[in-house]
C-alpha cells in the first residue's frame, strides 16, 4: 500500500531557528512530491513541487530535497520567523494526472 | 484570475438532507479532484476528472456522487447527508505544465451534519 508519514506531528521552535521537516514514502516509484503549507481554517498553498528526475528544489528560505532510494523528503526553513506558524503536508503523486496521496502533516509553531 | 473557488464555504445539514458543493476553477485545468479533510485522516480523495466527461472514485466515495458539468466546473452532491460526513472537503485542479501535474487547492467547504 502507498502511503506516506511526516515527523513530527507537531514541532515548536524559536524564532530564528534553521528547521527541517520530514516526509517518508513506502512506494519509490513516484512522478513527483509536492509540499503545501495550510493555515488555521484555510486551503492549501502549494510551496514547492520536486519532479521524480529531481533532487531538491529552492523558494526563497526554503529548501525540499528528495531521495527517492530511500523513500524520503525534506523540507528545511532557514531563518524561521512566527509567520511560518502553520501546518505543512507532504503529498506524493504516482501517476501522471493522477491522485495525490498525503501525509498527516506536521504542525509548525515559531515563538517570537 | 481566482484560480479554485467553491461554494458555500460553510454548511449545516440535518441527518438525510441532500446538498451538492460547487467547485470552479479558471486555469483551463483537464483534471479536478474532490478531497475530504478529517482530523487524524489528513486529506483522502473522494472522486476525480481526468478530463470532461470521466469521472472515477478515489480512495473514499462511498455516499458521494459527482458530475463535471463542463471544462470548468465539477460539483460534489451528497443524496442523503449522515454525521460521518461531517468534514472540510477540498476541490483541486491540475494540468500537465512543463510536466509537473502542480494540484492547486481551493479554499474549502467545511460541512457540518447533524
Known amino acids: 500500500k502507498q502511503e506516506v508519514t511526516q515527523i513530527p506531528a507537531a514541532l515548536s521552535v524559536p524564532e530564528g531557528e534553521n528547521l527541517v521537516l520530514n516526509c517518508s514514502f513506502t512506494d519509490s516509484a513516484i512522478y513527483n512530491l509536492q509540499w503545501f503549507r495550510q493555515d488555521p481554517g484555510k486551503g492549501l498553498t502549494s510551496l514547492l513541487l520536486i519532479q521524480s528526475s529531481q533532487r531538491e528544489q529552492t523558494s526563497g528560505r526554503l529548501n525540499a530535497s528528495l531521495d527517492k532510494s530511500s523513500g524520503r523528503s525534506t523540507l528545511y526553513i532557514a531563518a524561521s520567523q512566527p509567520g511560518d506558524s502553520a501546518t505543512y503536508l507532504c503529498?506524493?503523486?504516482?501517476?501522471?494526472?493522477?491522485?495525490?496521496?498525503f501525509g498527516q502533516g506536521t504542525e509548525l509553531s515559531v515563538k517570537p | 484570475n481566482a484560480g479554485v473557488t467553491q461554494t458555500p464555504k460553510f454548511q449545516v445539514l440535518k441527518t438525510g438532507q441532500s446538498m451538492t458543493l460547487q467547485c470552479a476553477q479558471d486555469?483551463?485545468?483537464?483534471?479536478m479532484y474532490w478531497y475530504r479533510q478529517d482530523p487524524g485522516m489528513g486529506l483522502r480523495l473522494i472522486y476525480y476528472s481526468a478530463s470532461e466527461g470521466t469521472t472515477d472514485k478515489g480512495e473514499v466515495p462511498n455516499g458521494y456522487n459527482v458530475s463535471r458539468l463542463n471544462k470548468r466546473e465539477f460539483s460534489l452532491r451528497l443524496e442523503s447527508a449522515a454525521p460521518s460526513q461531517t468534514s472540510v472537503y477540498f476541490c483541486?485542479?491540475?494540468?500537465?505544465?512543463?510536466?509537473?501535474?502542480?494540484?492547486?487547492f481551493g479554499p474549502g467547504t467545511r460541512l457540518t451534519v447533524t
Open positions: 503529498a506524493v503523486l504516482y501517476n501522471q494526472g493522477g491522485k495525490l496521496i
Open positions: 486555469m483551463n485545468h483537464n483534471s
Open positions: 483541486a485542479s491540475s494540468e500537465l505544465d512543463r510536466a509537473s501535474y502542480e494540484q492547486y
